[in-house]
């Protein structure tokens, strides 16, 4: 009985990761090239950056919410960065703008839905419009490239031969499992998402922790866009583009519900992993960049039908 419910509990989490071994399993197959110490390297370097996005968009849709401006954001928050650093402001303090930057247009978005009573589906729609835009308007629209090799370390450097972009991922996700799993704004994340209003019925201040959470994926989107910056040695305005679509997935994926109310990050890293395996061995086999975003976009309606079937089976 105990195995049963273990298994009815973490099955979808199960099942993403048996997904992940088989599609690894696919590509290494398919192709002799995918399973070197250096692909599989660039694999997860490849994946850091829509990972880490990935974390932030966990939390929103825990709540039933979603962003879409987290391309923007991450685009906004990178030209922010670069123009702090060609300004000859220290590389920390950059870094610490460029994250500013990400956490208020984040908050932005968590303001206009808690206060303002906007769907998530609009704000964050209008707040990927503005970001956008924004970046475009202080770069005049172009690219501000090369930085110092230091600062290249965040994203091109290893640490005991691991790259230091998965080190930074690491970390996040520790810090992501302990906010979801050992605090109140983890439980208060999951009550939010479950009931809204029982949750605002039992004292939870909602507007406040709903206003947290979309703050924290403004972040995180920063937090990305400082790794994407060292990697190309270039913060582009127009980086980021389609970046929701592969967190969304990544997310979806995993296992956590758009309806919000359950998921773990453990299952978003699974699902960005898959996210990364999928792309990089299409890449190998020398599938086009139009099927592959037919291919992401079959995988994100299966994942929800899936999530929507075992919803009714539990119910």
């Not at 908050?107 to 303002?116: A, E, F, K, R, T």
């Not at 005991?160 to 979801?180: D, E, K, N, Q, R």
């Not at 403004?218 to 592969?246: C, F, W």
Request: aromatic letters at 8%.
């Amino acid at each position: 009985m105990i195995t049963k419910q273990l298994l009815i509990h973490n099955g979808r989490q199960l099942g993403t990761l048996l997904g992940l071994v088989i599609v690894t399993g696919v590509f290494a197959f398919l192709s002799p090239y995918f399973l070197t110490v250096s692909n599989l390297v660039n694999i997860t370097q490849q994946t850091s950056i829509n990972a880490i996005i990935a974390i932030g968009m966990t939390f929103v849709i825990i709540t039933a919410g979603i962003d879409l401006s987290v391309g923007s954001i991450m685009a906004f928050s990178g030209i922010i960065l670069a123009d702090a650093i060609q300004n000859n402001i220290a590389e920390p303090f950059a870094i610490i703008l460029g994250l500013f930057v990400g956490t208020i247009c984040g908050l932005s978005n968590g303001l206009l839905i808690s206060y303002g009573k906007l769907p998530p589906f609009i704000a964050t729609l209008g707040m990927m419009s503005v970001a956008r835009g924004a970046a475009l308007l202080y770069s005049q629209g172009r690219p501000i490239s090369g930085f110092a090799e230091e600062f290249r370390f965040l994203a091109t450097g290893n640490i005991i031969g691991i790259p230091t972009s998965v080190w930074i991922m690491i970390f996040f996700y520790l810090i992501a499992y302990i906010l979801l799993n050992k605090t109140v704004l983890g439980r208060y994340t999951y009550a939010i998402g479950g009931n809204e209003t029982a949750a605002n019925l039992s004292g939870i201040n909602t507007k406040l922790f709903k206003t947290i959470v979309y703050g924290i994926s403004g972040l995180l989107s920063a937090a990305a866009a400082v790794i994407l910056t060292a990697r190309l040695n270039s913060a582009q305005p127009i980086a980021g583009i389609m970046y929701e679509l592969d967190a969304i997935a990544a997310v979806v994926i995993g296992g956590t519900s758009l309806l919000g109310g359950e998921g773990k990050i453990s299952g978003t890293l699974i699902g960005a992993l898959i996210m990364g395996v999928l792309r990089n061995g299409l890449n190998l086999l020398g599938v086009s960049s139009f099927i592959q975003q037919i291919v992401i976009g079959l995988v994100i309606i299966l994942a929800v039908l899936i999530d929507m079937s075992l919803k009714r089976r539990r119910n």
